[in-house]
């Protein structure tokens, strides 16, 4: 794999780099394929176990809570290498660490402790209709992931009182998961649909709602852009690799110009990724990571494309991985919001500071 050699980091976030690297590499490579094939499987709770045992499932929550009190570019930097190797169980754990965000706000140790024992994972609903009448809960949350029997779920519901950052369990009466038996990608992580009939929640945020509503957003956006990163990285790896042993025309296909274009465009938009994580994760303001999220899903949409036009027909087939990695990096753009979505509501926001 060929390094960018201008894009720098400190020792502590080159130290933390190689680990989640090591990790990705000596859990996740060898199981990935089983990851993608086979839902709520024993090697998927393995790798949960040891990631766990890394600060990985309460990355963001500060020590005094039970957590590791890593800042956001530590999560990015370990998604972003997990995502190399399975951009589905990067995406399990963002969900994850996302939905414990709101517990920070609460100070509640006890919830974190529970939440983040690892089995089962907790996740955020970022799409959907849903309402608090009372203290019930009713609606749709659409494209919810790590659902499994039990899960926290954490929603951000409409409520005439104000409680808008609340917990279900998915297991909790009045909550049907509807199961999607072939998503289209991440498809490590147990996604669904949840229909809420009148189900109670299991905790409410009483304080500091908006606050945490925009932080777990703000952890969402720089998660997933971070697994484009690494999404980028991959078809990047991919493609050259293949380029340089593929013949047509009488030489190694690396050699035409065509491809060499679309080689360096990946690195380009690796690096543009990279910069944008780095800069959005300097600020608190959530309209920087929209962009560094906007900006990282399209780098590796088109360098998905890109490396299965590279590997031809074979980019189509299983067996070589760019078809994973293309669908994989579409998920990256469609949630937790529609790219229109996002774009509007940058613009909304500098409307509001003007």
């Known amino acids: 794999m060929i390094a960018i050699p201008w894009f720098k980091e400190s020792k502590q976030y080159a130290v933390l780099r190689s680990n989640a690297m090591n990790f990705a590499a000596s859990e996740l490579a060898p199981v990935a394929d089983e990851l993608e094939n086979t839902v709520d499987s024993p090697a998927f709770w393995k790798v949960v176990e040891k990631a766990g045992s890394m600060g990985m ?3 963001l929550v500060p020590e005094k809570l039970g957590g590791e009190g890593v800042d956001p570019y530590s999560l990015c930097v370990a998604l972003e290498e997990c995502a190399v190797e399975s951009a589905g169980f990067a995406a399990a754990l963002l969900f994850h660490n996302a939905a414990l965000v709101p517990l920070i706000y609460a100070d509640k140790k006890e919830l974190v402790e529970e939440f983040s024992s690892g089995r089962p994972l907790a996740t955020t609903a970022t799409a959907g209709k849903v309402d608090l009448e009372g203290e ?3 609606g749709k949350a659409t494209f919810v992931f790590n659902v499994l029997e039990g899960c926290p779920v954490l929603l ?15 297991d909790y009466p009045g909550v049907e998961a509807k199961k999607d038996p072939y998503p289209l990608g991440w498809r490590v992580s147990s996604f669904a649909s949840l229909e809420l009939a009148g189900a109670e929640p ?13 932080s777990t957003e703000r952890a ?5 852009a971070a697994i484009s990163v690494g999404i980028a990285r991959k078809s ?5 690799a293949y380029a340089r042993q593929r013949y047509q025309g009488g030489k190694i296909i690396i050699e035409h110009q065509a491809m060499r274009m679309m080689l360096a465009r990946m690195l380009c938009g690796i690096e543009e990724g990279k910069a944008a994580i780095r800069r959005a994760c300097e600020v608190e303001e959530l309209a920087p990571a929209l962009i560094a999220w906007r900006r990282a899903s399209n780098n590796a949409c088109q360098a998905a494309m ?8 074979y980019g189509y087939m299983r067996d070589y991985g760019m078809e994973r990695l293309m669908r994989d990096a579409k998920y990256c ?4 919001a529609s790219e229109e979505e996002g774009l509007l509501r940058i613009l909304e926001m500098v409307e509001e500071r003007c």
Request: no cysteine; hydrophobic share 40%.
């Open 236 to 240: 990047f790896e991919k493609a050259y």
């Open 156 to 170: 951000f519901p409409g409520s005439p009182a104000g409680h808008e950052v609340v917990y279900v369990k998915s």
């Open 333 to 336: 753009q469609m949630f937790p």
């Open 202 to 214: 299991y905790f409410k945020l009483k304080e500091f709602q908006r606050e945490a509503k925009l």
């Open 136 to 138: 019930r809960l009713r």
């Open 57 to 59: 499932l309460a990355a």
């Open 220 to 224: 969402l956006y720089l998660g997933l």
């Open 306 to 313: 890109d490396g299965v036009q590279i590997h031809g027909g």
